[in-house]
């Protein structure tokens, strides 16, 4: 069963860049795709990028000029980034694997990041 | 982009009660319809996948049925450890958005 365990600083200042990686074990990063998903405090879910190692990389019309997801085959970890942050960001930020192209499972645990000055 | 709306936002049982959630779609999206189960301080957890499809090592009290615009998660009766927030998800195109949620709450 393939494990997740996202990681990064829990605070970033406004309009730095945000930065997380996903690492993953029990499994190789080529044989899937890969999301991110984030939940602010007390509110819903909603989906961030996705990539597949030779495929395309999807993101979210709302957050696109913004992100970029990535992969780094050699330590099989996933990568976010998300520019010119502001508080409307702070967030429980999810990697999953995206199985049959469409639903997310297994999932991280979850990293909050807080960006406050 | 598919608007996914779920109703009703919350849902107050006793364990032991039959439970009926829905989540309706903006436009169709076929069977590509996916129910997560969330608790307080964890990651959700897929339960449903194709509309109507248990994931793996998800009980039989969980069951999905619907396609097109409108889909139902019907939990036949509620455990203790099955309260809990609950969202549906779709992928249309390229794009996958969830529902807004429905907390199931004891009465």
């Known amino acids: 069963q393939v494990q997740l365990q996202e990681s990064g600083p829990g605070l970033v200042q406004p309009s730095q860049t945000l930065s997380l990686t996903c690492t993953v074990s029990?499994?190789?990063?080529?044989?899937?795709?890969w999301a991110w998903i984030r939940q602010p405090p007390g509110k819903g879910l909603e989906w961030i990028g996705y990539i597949y190692y030779s495929g395309p990389t999807k993101y979210n019309p709302s957050l696109k000029s913004r992100v970029t997801v990535s992969l780094d085959t050699s330590r099989n970890q996933v990568s976010l980034r998300l520019t010119s942050v502001t508080a409307a960001d702070t967030a429980v930020y999810f990697c999953?694997?995206?199985?049959?192209?469409?639903?997310?499972?297994?999932w991280g645990q979850g990293t909050l990041v807080t960006v406050s000055s | 982009e598919v608007v996914l709306t779920q109703s009703p936002a919350t849902l107050s049982l006793s364990p032991g009660e039959r439970a009926t959630l829905s989540c309706r779609a903006s436009?169709?999206?076929?069977?590509?319809l996916a129910w997560y189960q969330q608790k307080p301080g964890q990651a959700p957890r897929l339960l449903i996948y194709?509309?109507?499809n248990r994931a793996t090592g998800i009980p039989a009290r969980f069951s999905g049925s619907g396609s097109g615009t409108d889909f139902t998660l019907t939990i036949s009766s509620l455990e203790p450890e099955d309260f809990a927030v609950y969202y549906c998800?779709?992928?249309?195109?390229?794009?996958?958005?969830f529902g807004g949620g429905t907390k199931v709450e004891i009465k």
């Open positions: 029990g499994g190789s990063i080529k044989n899937f795709y």
């Open positions: 194709d509309a109507s």
């Open positions: 998800q779709q992928r249309s195109n390229w794009a996958l958005t």
């Open positions: 436009q169709s999206v076929s069977d590509y």
């Open positions: 999953a694997s995206l199985v049959r192209s469409n639903y997310f499972d297994p």
